[in-house]
T-cell receptor
């Protein structure tokens, strides 16, 4: 079974600081990995996805993620946090066979002025 | 471009009441899903439909039923609501995963349900 683990239910950074949100996956085969963002009182929207074409994936709003097979990780980063980045972030992996998305428990990003 | 539309946005039910959450997508997607979101639990799959006419149980199906009415619509029914079903419910859709396994899911805005 495929699953993802997000380390840290809350991450707090200052505006302008580096953002690092961690995601590790467990899979016996190369997975399909995604990061979604959820702003308050809204649905989830795609930030970026791993396509196997490149290990470093660039997404919207300046976010990027690096696929590291040796570490089974797909951490999300942004060089400089903005107040508008405050949201809930979910890592997801598709499940083998039916390829249904399985989500991590989410990380709430708090950005201080 | 509406995407995925859910109704209602908010609902309060009394224990034992029934209701149906509606979901429709206009992207011609084959696959549709119902998730519930609870604090600290992430999104958990209730039911999914790989294509029109098929439905399958997800991780937490107890207390729910679904209907894939046509390609566009996928409804979720609570027959006898319980306080444990207080949650935020999300409908999502995606292209045929069998053909496009790397495709992302598109989500509705959610239904906030409280059962008292």
């Amino acid at each position: 079974a495929q699953s993802v683990t997000q380390l840290g239910s809350h991450v707090s950074v200052s505006e302008g600081a580096l953002v690092l949100l961690r995601c590790n996956y467990s899979s016996s085969v190369p997975p399909y990995l995604f990061w979604y963002v959820q702003y308050p009182n809204q649905g989830l929207q795609l930030l970026l996805k791993y396509t196997s074409a490149a290990t470093l994936v660039k997404g919207i709003n300046g976010f990027e993620a690096e696929f590291k097979k040796s570490e089974t990780s797909f951490h999300l980063t942004k060089p400089s946090a903005h107040m508008s980045d405050a949201a809930e972030y979910f890592c997801a992996v598709t499940r083998g066979g039916s390829y249904i998305p399985t989500f991590g428990r989410g990380t709430s990003l708090i950005v201080h002025p | 471009n509406a995407g995925v539309t859910q109704t209602p946005k908010f609902q309060v039910l009394k224990t034992g009441q029934s209701m149906t959450l509606q979901c429709a997508q206009d992207m011609n997607h084959n696959s549709m899903y119902w998730y519930r979101q609870d604090p600290g639990m992430g999104l958990r799959l209730i039911y999914y439909s790989a294509s029109e006419g098929t439905t399958d149980k997800g991780e937490v199906p107890n207390g729910y039923n679904v209907s894939r009415l046509n390609k566009r619509e996928f409804s979720l029914r609570l027959e006898s609501a319980a306080p444990s079903q207080t949650s935020v419910y999300f409908c999502a859709s995606s292209q045929d995963r069998g053909r496009f396994p790397n495709t992302e899911a598109f989500f509705g805005q959610g239904t906030r349900l409280t059962v008292v």
